[in-house]
C-alpha cells in the first residue's frame, strides 16, 4: 500500500481545465503545513556567490544619557525666531552696573575738584598780580629755604647730642607733610581729610572686613586645594559634561555663591581682601557683608588667604577673581582639614592684632 493517498490528487472539473488550457505542466502548489513543508521542496540551483559571506557593519545604538534638570545647567540650542542681531548686547549683572556707577560718580566728583582748585590758583594769582609763569620760581623758593632751615637745625643738634642723629627720620616726614600743603596763601591753606582705615593694618590691600590674617601657610593651603579641585572638575568635564555641569566642585562670583549659601551647598567660602571700595547701597560692600551673616547663620567657615589676582591664578583664569564657593571637597580631604586648622591659628593672630 503507497505511503500517500489518492485523495490527494482529486480535483473537480473547472480546476481541471484551467490546468488543461494552462502550459500543462504547472507546477504543483505547494503546502503551507509544517509536516510537508520539507518533503515539497523544490531544489534550487546554487552558485559561488551564495557562499561568500560579506561583513555586516554593526549600527551602534547610541543610548542616550540620563538628563537631570537643574536650573542653569543644560543649555539647549534653539533657533531664535525673528530678528537677531549681528553684535549682540550683553547683559550687565546689577552687581556690576553699581560698580561702574560708582567708578563715573568718583570721577566726575575728581574731575570738578580739579576744575575748582585750577580756577581758585588762577583768582589768587590774579588777586596779588603774579603771571602764571612766575608761580613755579616762587614755590622752588619757598622749598629751598625749607630745607636750607631744616639741615641747619639738624646740624645743630647733631653737634650738641651726637646720639641724636636717629631722631632726623622724623623731621624729615614733617617737612615732605609741610610740603605737601605748600601753597601760595599759606594762611589759607587747609589740609584735606582722607578716610583712615579702622585700624592700623588695614589698607587697600587688606581691608577692614577681613577677620583673618593671610599667613603663607595659609595661602599654599588654599592654592593647592583650588588647583586639586580645579584638576577634578575639568576631569568630570572631559568624561561626561552634562553631569559635570549639575554637579560642580566650586563656583565663581559673588551671585553664584550666594545662591548657592542660600540652599546650604556650601562647606567653604574664600574671598579676596583686597576687593574695589564701594560703599554705596548694594555695592561691594553690602554684598561681602551679607556673605558674611550667611556664613555665620549657617556656621560655614569663610577666608580671606589670595588676593584677586593669585585666586585667578590659582583657577587657571585671565579675570580677577573675588569670591569662590566650595561645594564638595571630596578627594582633597586632608588639605582642606589642614586649611580650616590654619584658618583658626590666623583668626586668632588677627583678633592679637586688632586688640591693641
Known amino acids: 500500500m503507497s505511503r500517500y493517498s489518492d485523495k490527494v490528487n482529486i480535483i473537480n472539473q473547472s480546476t481541471y481545465q484551467i490546468l488543461k488550457e494552462g502550459n500543462g505542466a504547472s507546477r504543483r502548489k505547494l503546502l503551507h503545513s509544517s509536516k510537508y513543508k520539507n518533503k515539497h521542496n523544490v531544489e534550487q540551483k546554487l ?51 553699581i560698580i561702574r556707577n560708582y567708578r563715573s560718580f568718583k570721577q566726575h566728583i575728581v574731575d570738578n575738584t580739579k576744575c575748582v582748585e585750577q580756577e581758585q590758583k588762577a583768582s589768587e594769582c590774579v588777586s596779588l598780580g603774579f603771571d602764571e609763569t612766575n608761580v613755579n620760581s616762587i614755590l622752588q623758593e619757598k622749598v629751598h629755604n625749607l630745607a636750607f632751615c631744616v639741615t641747619a637745625n639738624e646740624n645743630k643738634v647733631i653737634e650738641q647730642n651726637p646720639s641724636a642723629h636717629q631722631n632726623v627720620e622724623p623731621i624729615a616726614l614733617q617737612v615732605i607733610e609741610d610740603l605737601k600743603c605748600l601753597s601760595l596763601d599759606e594762611g589759607t591753606s587747609k589740609k584735606v581729610a582722607l578716610p583712615t582705615p579702622t585700624h592700623k593694618i588695614h589698607s587697600r590691600r587688606f581691608r577692614s572686613y577681613c577677620d583673618n590674617c593671610t599667613t603663607p601657610r595659609l595661602k599654599e593651603l588654599t592654592t593647592q586645594l583650588l588647583n586639586d579641585l580645579d584638576r577634578f572638575q575639568k576631569r568630570a568635564y572631559a568624561h561626561n559634561e552634562i553631569k559635570a555641569r549639575a554637579h560642580p566642585r566650586f563656583v565663581v562670583g559673588f551671585r553664584e555663591s550666594l545662591s548657592r549659601l ?59 577673581i573675588s569670591c569662590v564657593a566650595i561645594l564638595n571637597y571630596d578627594g582633597a580631604n586632608e588639605t582642606f582639614k589642614q586649611l580650616l586648622q590654619e584658618l583658626d591659628v590666623a583668626s586668632y593672630q588677627y583678633k592679637c592684632l586688632t586688640a591693641t
Open 47 to 97: 552558485s559561488l556567490f551564495d557562499f561568500l559571506t560579506v561583513p555586516r557593519q554593526k549600527q551602534k545604538h547610541q543610548r542616550r544619557p540620563h538628563l537631570i534638570i537643574a536650573r542653569k545647567s543644560v543649555s539647549l540650542q534653539t533657533k531664535r525666531k525673528g530678528k537677531t542681531r549681528l553684535h549682540p548686547k550683553r547683559r550687565i549683572a546689577r552687581l556690576k552696573r
Open 262 to 320: 542660600r540652599i546650604y551647598k556650601v562647606k567653604l567660602l574664600i574671598l579676596a581682601p583686597d576687593c574695589e571700595i564701594c560703599p554705596i547701597p548694594g555695592g561691594l560692600d553690602d554684598t561681602i557683608d551679607e556673605l558674611k551673616s550667611v556664613c555665620q547663620q549657617q556656621n560655614v567657615p569663610y577666608c580671606f588667604s589670595l588676593m584677586r589676582r593669585e585666586l585667578a591664578h590659582a583657577l587657571y583664569k585671565r579675570a580677577q
